[in-house]
């Protein structure tokens, strides 16, 4: 009977992920069962409260502690739902650092209160490319960042912003967000470190505001990078900003 179950739920619900275009005919792509199925949450919605939750758990791991604000624009139907649908406690919840299956999820807004934690959501009425788009300015007295997520379906998310650098951001493989000063020698420091701790890069891309400004190294690895490995990235070059992993 599960069996069953499962299978009529895939075949119900072929229409929710990415589209490719083939001769004129749309056709689905899934990498597994549980893109079609969804991820197991807390909330309403693969989209709107699990999408939702790991965007906001991704501005924590960008800011790399606890914030003690966050001012969030939401856009499309993530304004238009946010509160039905659990967005909001779910972005809290991220916020907090907690899983998409974590019990304490629906109770995040009432837990940032006791926190301290000042959060503000907007409903911004300005036009997207995503329907499902929010925007976070989360910090503390001693800094701040933005980032912009959007939630695409089945609770997969991508980070398309961070500081003003356009990227493309998954959060499927572990990652690491290197920013830096677009000078000589960074990125080969950087490549340096990874060969002597044997660490394989899937996929890297650098963007920077301007020549000789600041930039971003994305790097996607097959494995999780270490803390010791981490913080020698840290001291790997004068120019070496800062270093998030995701």
Not at 3 to 29: A, C, D, F, T
Not at 79 to 84: Q, S
Not at 177 to 203: C, P
């Amino acid at each position: 009977m599960t069996l069953l179950l499962i299978s009529v739920i895939i075949q119900n619900r072929m229409i929710i992920r990415r589209k490719y275009i083939l001769g004129g005919e749309s056709i689905m792509k899934y990498s597994s069962v549980f893109d079609v199925i969804g991820p197991v949450m807390i909330g309403p919605s693969s989209s709107h409260t699990a999408g939702a939750a790991r965007i906001g758990k991704a501005a924590r791991d960008f800011f790399g502690k606890e914030p003690t604000y966050a001012k969030i624009h939401l856009y499309g139907s993530f304004a238009k739902t946010y509160k039905g649908h659990g967005t909001d406690f779910a972005l809290a919840g991220g916020l907090l650092g907690f899983d998409t299956d974590d019990k304490r999820m629906s109770s995040a807004l009432e837990i940032c209160k006791e926190k301290g934690i000042d959060i503000e959501f907007i409903e911004d009425e300005a036009s997207t490319d995503h329907p499902n788009t929010a925007r976070l300015i989360v910090g503390d007295q001693d800094s701040e960042i933005e980032i912009v997520g959007i939630s695409i379906g089945g609770g997969t998310i991508e980070i398309v912003e961070l500081n003003g650098f356009e990227l493309r951001l998954s959060g499927s493989n572990p990652a690491l967000l290197i920013v830096h000063n677009d000078k000589f020698g960074a990125i080969a420091s950087v490549a340096q470190i990874f060969a002597e701790n044997r660490l394989n890069i899937g996929h890297m891309a650098v963007n920077r505001k301007d020549v000789g400004q600041e930039a971003l190294m994305v790097i996607e690895t097959d494995d999780i990078v270490r803390e010791e490995v981490i913080e020698k990235l840290k001291k790997a070059n004068e120019n070496i900003i800062s270093v998030a992993k995701i």
